[in-house]
């Protein structure tokens, strides 16, 4: 039996190899082989439509999927964020780490959950800058950020302190529901502000942003949240595969706080026992390598509860690392 075993794996070794060959000869021959080449890239690349739900709610407000227009809207969002591979499964690795720190603060604010989403294409949960300014995991412009209570100033700028920026990012958007009494709306109003879009509802005469015709940008805004958001929730259905331990893991961190100025934060790491890019990573906030602080302040910074951070380290603390982050769950109960 073992004879018989050993023979028939050589010989499907070798039809394979033959095979191999065989391909390798078609693929690489050049111009004679075209078409073959083409019949081998129509069987092996296949691309689809997506599922556009028949059912969809933003912050509890219906979205009326049954208008042709609203429809297209969401396809066309739909589709980018799932032909878009690499930036969708980038923004569910980080939202694995950012989700247990942002949603605590919005339902603090009586702010819906769905205003995660907002602020994950806003920056695809990442410090980023735009060319007009705007900074942070919220994409606050310097004078929209002082008006809602952060410090910006040459060496510390709470645009980039996520949860005082997401703080700030619920007064505004209260602030917003009060005035439109609608949770569309005030996500609308985060890309135009409130002004320019109450002067448009008032010049269209409508309530409602699906009527609305706005500039591009405010026009894609909310099918771009609802599309990050279905697919967030659904990743299986649009063809997303991870397991847990692919995604970013919280870092454990512990707090210093301080109320003097630090002349070096380079000195201030070497007596912490941390390195000077994990306590920038930690505090993006900190813009250099001084804390001068004149008013005698209260600031937490942020350093890792164990010392080093490994990603072993990091994962041990994950009950199954190998769960695979499915349509049944999302990241409020799969930890």
């Not at 297209?72 to 939202?95: F, G, Q």
């Not at 412009?141 to 703080?167: P, Q, W």
């Not at 350093?303 to 990091?314: A, I, M, N, T, W």
């Amino acid at each position: 039996m073992k004879k018989i075993i050993t023979i028939a794996i050589i010989v499907v070794s070798m039809l394979a190899g033959v095979y191999f060959l065989t391909a390798s000869s078609i693929f690489f021959q050049g111009d004679n082989n075209d078409q073959a080449y083409r019949d081998a890239f129509s069987r092996h690349y296949k691309m689809f439509a997506v599922e556009v739900p028949s059912r969809l709610d933003f912050s509890g407000e219906v979205v009326p999927v049954d208008d042709y227009n609203v429809r297209e809207s969401l396809d066309k969002e739909l589709l980018v964020n799932t032909y878009w591979h690499s930036n969708t499964i980038l923004m569910m690795k980080r939202a694995y780490r950012w989700f247990p720190v942002i949603e605590p603060i919005l339902r603090k604010n009586n702010i819906p959950v769905d205003f995660f989403f907002l602020c994950m294409i806003e920056s695809g949960l990442e410090n980023v800058v735009s060319p007009a300014g705007a900074s942070g995991f919220w994409q606050f412009l310097k004078s929209t950020g002082t008006s809602y209570g952060l410090e910006i100033s040459t060496e510390v700028d709470e645009r980039f302190h996520v949860e005082k920026a997401t703080e700030a990012a619920c007064k505004y958007l209260r602030a917003a529901y009060g005035k439109f009494n609608n949770w569309t709306l005030a996500a609308a109003s985060y890309n135009m502000g409130m002004e320019g879009l109450d002067s448009h509802l008032k010049t269209q005469k409508t309530n409602s942003y699906y009527d609305l015709q706005l500039n591009k940008e405010t026009l894609r805004y909310v099918y771009r949240i609802l599309a990050v958001k279905t697919i967030f929730y659904q990743p299986v259905r649009y063809g997303f595969y991870l397991r847990v331990k692919d995604l970013y893991p919280p870092v454990p961190t512990r707090v210093v706080t301080t109320d003097t100025t630090i002349t070096d934060l380079a000195d201030f790491c070497k007596e912490q026992k941390v390195s000077y890019r994990i306590l920038k990573e930690l505090n993006p906030w900190l813009l250099k390598n001084t804390l001068t602080n004149k008013e005698r302040k209260t600031y937490n910074i942020l350093l890792p509860r164990d010392g080093v951070v490994s990603y072993e380290k990091l994962m041990d603390r994950e009950e199954d690392p190998g769960k695979l982050f499915n349509d049944t769950l999302n990241v409020r109960n799969i930890r």
